[in-house]
């Protein structure tokens, strides 16, 4: 393990012999185009279709550019081996599953897309220093978001954000900027910000105010407060705008309706939603039928299950937690939980620095999980998930060298 500032001529050697900054973002974009949604309300159950066979295409394409890419450094980094083995064991746990359905080949091929952008996400960071693939993400997430507010502006007849091109819902585009406005809160908090990070910043949260997505805009500001408290000092500039931020939010709430009229957003309607919810989780506990169901799970192809006594059949999984006892019963979300609070624990040991953005990102997904799907699906929550869960590794963050760390003071690059 190198511990100084300054590396072994060979060890320089290694690092400049590292494949492009572009190179990774060109590998993360492929994986977040080939995890948002292509259609509405379509899920996969079997068969291949020009969406199915596209979006397949471009995880290989992906993994191939990061199996390439890692060819090329004579000594990749070491990764811990347990996310490895949790992901193999919940993929494996819910493709056994599938049989009390009799739905394996769907749920096997997407238990195999899961495996791929898995595999492609450990080889990023084999390959590519952490601070890089974090910014790559990063980056992707937003550029994906702002095709989609662009070419899908005021299109939403309830008022709500949505994307055209590709066809985003508002929480999956409130989701794709939470992740990167993270990002700059660590580097606006840490004093590497700049004024063009914070009005990148400002218009990101316009953006998910837009979309109306209650749940995202709740988990980002507890994820931002998770992070400030772990501060040291801040910039006489971010305390400033921070302070007066602070202000605009107690007199909002105080003197105005303005916060009250978002989280209430659609009235009476939010009960109705909040009814759905509750029936389809006390549907979801009741779902299994048999004991093998009640612990494999009935697959990962199972996005809707059956509702009785009400006036609709089926309700779609709207849970990450839900969606788990489902698909992969009772040892699923055992294998969940461990995950979750495993990589907890291992971010709460890293750095402060380190310790400030992993926990944040991880607080975020965790807290969204509860209201939405996608932590362990083909999903870009399970590509951040996978990569905050590597990077707190102690394995993964022993083996990092100075040059392959979160930059320190005033860097030339930022996740942004």
Not at 117 to 141: D, H, I, Y
Not at 241 to 261: E, F, K, Q, R
Not at 274 to 295: C, D, H, Q, Y
């Amino acid at each position: 393990m190198v511990t100084g500032l300054s590396q072994p001529a060979d060890l320089r050697t290694t690092t400049r012999s590292l494949p492009s900054n572009a190179t990774a973002l060109a590998i993360s974009l492929l994986l977040v185009v080939a995890t948002v949604s292509w259609r509405k309300r379509v899920y996969y159950s079997g068969g291949v279709d020009p969406v199915v066979a596209a979006k397949a295409l471009l995880s290989v394409i992906a993994l191939a550019l990061a199996f390439v890419a890692a060819r090329r450094v004579p000594r990749p980094r070491p990764v811990g081996v347990h996310t490895v083995l949790l992901l193999f064991g919940y993929a494996a746990l819910a493709t056994f599953g599938a049989w009390s359905t009799g739905n394996v080949t769907a749920s096997a091929v997407l238990a195999v897309r899961l495996l791929l952008l898995g595999t492609t996400v450990v080889l990023l960071v084999r390959t590519f220093p952490a601070f890089t693939v974090v910014r790559s993400v990063m980056m992707s997430m937003l550029i994906v978001a702002a095709v989609g507010v662009i070419t899908g502006f005021n299109t939403a007849p309830s008022g709500r954000l949505i994307g055209a091109v590709p066809p985003l819902t508002p929480n999956e585009i409130a989701m794709l900027c939470s992740i990167p406005a993270i990002g700059i809160g660590w580097l606006l908090f840490t004093g590497r910000g700049t004024p063009k990070l914070g009005w990148l910043f400002l218009g990101i949260l316009v953006v998910i105010w837009l979309t109306g997505s209650r749940a995202a805009l709740a988990a980002l500001v507890v994820a931002l407060v998770v992070m400030l408290v772990q501060a040291r000092r801040l910039r006489p500039s971010v305390a400033f705008v921070l302070t007066c931020g602070a202000a605009a939010i107690a007199y909002s709430l105080i003197a105005t309706d303005i916060i009250a009229g978002f989280f209430n957003r659609g009235g009476s309607q939010n009960v109705a939603t909040l009814s759905s919810r509750t029936i389809a989780w006390s549907a979801a506990f009741n779902f299994a039928e048999t004991p093998w169901t009640r612990w494999f799970g009935a697959g990962l192809a199972t996005k809707r299950i059956p509702v009785r006594g009400q006036y609709w059949d089926e309700q779609l999984l709207d849970s990450s937690w839900i969606s788990a006892l489902v698909q992969a019963g009772r040892i699923g979300v055992i294998v969940l939980g461990a995950w979750v609070l495993s990589t907890a624990v291992a971010s709460l040991r890293a750095g402060r620095e380190d310790r400030m953005i992993l926990t944040g990102l991880l607080v975020f997904l965790v807290l969204r999980s509860i209201l939405e799907s996608g932590l362990l699906d083909s999903m870009p929550p399970f590509i951040m998930f996978m990569l905050i869960s590597l990077l707190s590794d102690h394995t993964t963050r022993r083996s990092e060298v100075p040059e392959t760390r979160w930059p320190r003071g005033r860097p030339s690059g930022h996740p942004l």
